[in-house]
């Protein structure tokens, strides 16, 4: 943990310091060696919330960006008192929990279930070799995207290719795509352009099937400026993406929340 709770105070880990668990109220002992980064420890070696994961720097950088009292906040269900420590939790009751460590089914959907109102954000270095940024798409909203399909997956002899909803009178979503006149998207470059707000197919070999059942929003982190939010449902055939998502904005989206 970054914080325990000191004679009242919320203080990080010095050296000597002793403190409680906001969570558990049990003694917290700080952690101020030069192998890991400093932390506050559990005395009795095990953490009272079995959703804890080791605090990386990546963790620390991220609960940086926001106020110190958003930073781990213990969130608790009044009808089941069960009871969390929340990574991030703004004024307006958003929970940001970021992270690291690869994750299963059951405990991302009871995740979800008990937060209710959150967003995840996954440190995706660890799969950046195997997941790939490829072409744009329109924007899905857009008039020009309501009269396109694209295949969900390239086609050895074109490339990317779409269908025209107008060109083919009697489609619907139960129609096989043979049946279908298709194009290049090299024929349509610039009207993509044109409707363009962040879109791209992804390519993302082993992935992490996890997020794919996520119903709260999930951003990729891969270490630059941009985060990749990931999209389920671009169109009404399931075809998933990825949009770009500036990350100074996503944290000032975040901070604007804050009581002025």
Partial sequence: MKYANVDGEKR?????????????NQETVAKCG????????HKSLKHCDDWWEPETEWHRQWKSFFPKEWQEVVHFDLKTGEKHIADIKTESGIVIEFQNSPMDIPEMESREKFYQKMVWV??????ANRF???GKLPN???NFAKDIRFFPQKIKWQGRVFFRISENPYYNNDNEFGMVEIHSISDIEAEIEENYIGHHFFDWEKPREVWYNAVCDVLFDFGGKVLWKLVNM?????LKCVKAIDKQYFIERALASKSK
């Fill in 132 to 134: 790939h940024i490829l």
């Fill in 140 to 142: 899905p909203k857009s």
């Fill in 12 to 24: 990080e880990a010095f050296q000597g310091g002793k403190g409680l668990c906001d969570c558990c």
């Fill in 234 to 238: 671009y169109d009404d055939r399931g």
């Fill in 34 to 41: 030069t192998q890991k980064i400093h932390h506050w420890a």
């Fill in 122 to 127: 996954i440190n995706a270095l660890g799969f």
